[in-house]
């Protein structure tokens, strides 16, 4: 009671500077982890500053920030870039793309395919999206994830994808033929256009692709892949 209005005002705005820093720190919990507490504060102070939230709801508070790293990434200026700059931007995406993907809007409430469904009257889940990453992205957010501790990786392609179903988020590694696969599957929605597809872009194994296929349907349906 004997602060002035003014001091008043100060530990608010300190306060709510802190609870938008908390919300930053929890939505990119990994890239926090990877950057290093300071660094990652010094980005998100600086991101927050210059991209100030325009929505009621925080959980869009991010919703610019792999876009900011990139932006104002170290060697902007420079003429080769460093790889560990372009991990930590791949991370902020994902881990942003986690949090939309959990808020989606969807149905939830649809039988899934067994194994004895008919091959043609497969449809992926409402909710299931696909990530090329120029780094094993989803291994690092894996190990942190689960208290492992992990270093910052080399660079190395990676796919994976990320499936919902009744609010469980599941995160599956794919091969690259499998991503091209499913991608098709998206653009389709039609199992058949899709095993042509794939097997017009690899001809040189289009006539052992069946085989393939089946061992992925079996692997997805149990993965819950697939709706009917």
């Not at 990434?73 to 870039?81: S, T």
């Not at 660079?155 to 994976?160: D, F, G, L």
């Not at 991608?183 to 929605?189: A, C, S, V």
Request: proline share 3%; hydrophobic share 40%; net charge negative.
């Amino acid at each position: 009671e004997k602060l002035t209005a003014q001091e008043h005002l100060g530990i608010y705005q300190r306060s709510y500077i802190a609870r938008l820093r908390n919300c930053m720190s929890q939505q990119f919990s990994a890239l926090e982890y990877a950057l290093g507490e300071a660094l990652f504060c010094a980005f998100a102070d600086d991101y927050l500053a210059s991209k100030p939230s325009q929505n009621y709801n925080l959980a869009y508070l991010g919703a610019h920030f792999a876009d900011y790293l990139e932006t104002n990434r170290p060697d902007a200026q420079e003429n080769i870039k460093e790889n560990w700059i372009d991990f930590m931007i791949e991370l902020a995406r994902f881990e942003y793309a986690i949090g939309v993907i959990f808020e989606m809007k969807a149905e939830e409430e649809y039988p899934l395919a067994t194994i004895n469904t008919d091959e043609n009257k497969l449809q992926l889940v409402p909710i299931c999206e696909l990530f090329q990453f120029r780094f094993p992205v989803r291994k690092y957010y894996s190990d942190f994830k689960n208290e492992k501790q992990p270093h910052l990786p080399s660079e190395s392609e990676s796919y994976c994808v990320v499936l919902r179903h009744k609010f469980k988020l599941a995160i599956c590694d794919l091969h690259k033929e499998q991503f091209e696969f499913l991608t098709y599957l998206k653009e389709q929605n039609n199992i058949t256009e899709a095993k042509e597809l794939i097997k017009t872009q690899y001809k040189e194994n289009a006539s052992s692709f069946d085989e393939v296929w089946n061992s992925w349907k079996e692997s997805w349906i149990t993965a819950h892949f697939f709706r009917v």
